[in-house]
């Protein structure tokens, strides 16, 4: 069974500019949380999708934004990048999200670095 | 609202000796699951343990068990026999059970670095 897929592995953008980002769970996964981790910071919940629909969500600027596919495959925006977004933007999906025993699974993360 | 909260910001441990590395948390959610994660410096989050907060025994996986207190919110990891393969960042994370769904929230991690 493949893991979690993000893409791309690395970004190099300036500021101002916009990101997608995308990850692909494992099949038959269907909540999707993104995660930004900084050092120091441990990782920041940005929001999770099930179903293509947002059910939750950080405390994140609105230039953060998401969406799931019906295919549970998900994307993140990141709109008019400002230096401090500079992070790793990790994804991470589980079967239902809706039980505490749930465990997630990361993919290998998206290393962005805005210029 | 959750909040997991690592005192040890980094931790040095010999080759095959123990280490603990702490976790305490804050809810008040009824019902919680307890993880612990490892992160290489390939930057991918491992999956090492999960305990729940209605168990009665803490849970063991290999190497790793976890030390849970209930009455004292803690939940920290124990690694027994370290190798220099332990070397990474661990994090403990908490998914709670309250308003019809969930998110995992994470604590800002320990730096464990095995010494031959």
């Known amino acids: 069974k493949a893991g979690v897929t993000q893409t791309p592995r690395y970004l190099i953008k300036t500021r101002g500019q916009q990101v997608t980002l995308s990850c692909s769970p494992i099949?038959?996964?269907?909540?999707v949380s993104w995660y930004q981790q900084t050092p120091g910071q441990g990782l920041q919940f940005l929001f999770e999708?099930?179903?293509?629909?947002?059910?939750n969500k950080g405390n994140f600027p609105g230039r953060f934004s998401g969406r799931q596919f019906s295919n549970s495959r998900s994307e993140m925006n990141v709109s008019t990048l400002e230096l401090g977004d500079s992070a790793l933007y990790l994804c991470?999906?589980?079967?239902?999200?809706?039980?505490?025993?749930?465990?997630?699974?990361f993919g290998s993360g998206t290393q962005l670095s805005v210029l | 609202a959750q909040k997991i909260t690592q005192t040890q910001p980094g931790m040095f441990v010999q080759e095959k000796e123990a280490v603990t590395l702490d976790c305490t948390y804050d809810?008040?959610?009824?019902?919680?699951?307890l993880f612990w994660y490892k992160q290489p410096s390939s930057g991918e989050m491992i999956f090492l343990i999960y305990?729940?907060?209605?168990?009665?025994q803490n849970a063991t996986e290999g190497r790793y068990s976890l030390n849970f207190q209930k009455a004292r919110k803690s939940a920290n990891l124990v690694i027994s026999a370290s190798q220099l393969g332990d070397s990474a960042m661990y994090f403990c994370?908490?998914?709670?059970?309250?308003?019809?769904?969930?998110?995992?929230?994470f604590g800002i991690g320990t730096k464990l670095q095995v010494i031959p």
């Open positions: 994370a908490m998914r709670g059970d309250s308003g019809g769904y969930q998110k995992v929230t």
């Open positions: 305990q729940g907060s209605y168990d009665q």
């Open positions: 991470a999906s589980s079967l239902w999200g809706s039980s505490t025993n749930e465990k997630l699974f």
């Open positions: 099949s038959g996964h269907r909540s």
């Open positions: 999708y099930f179903s293509e629909t947002q059910r």
């Open positions: 809810t008040s959610d009824p019902s919680y699951g």
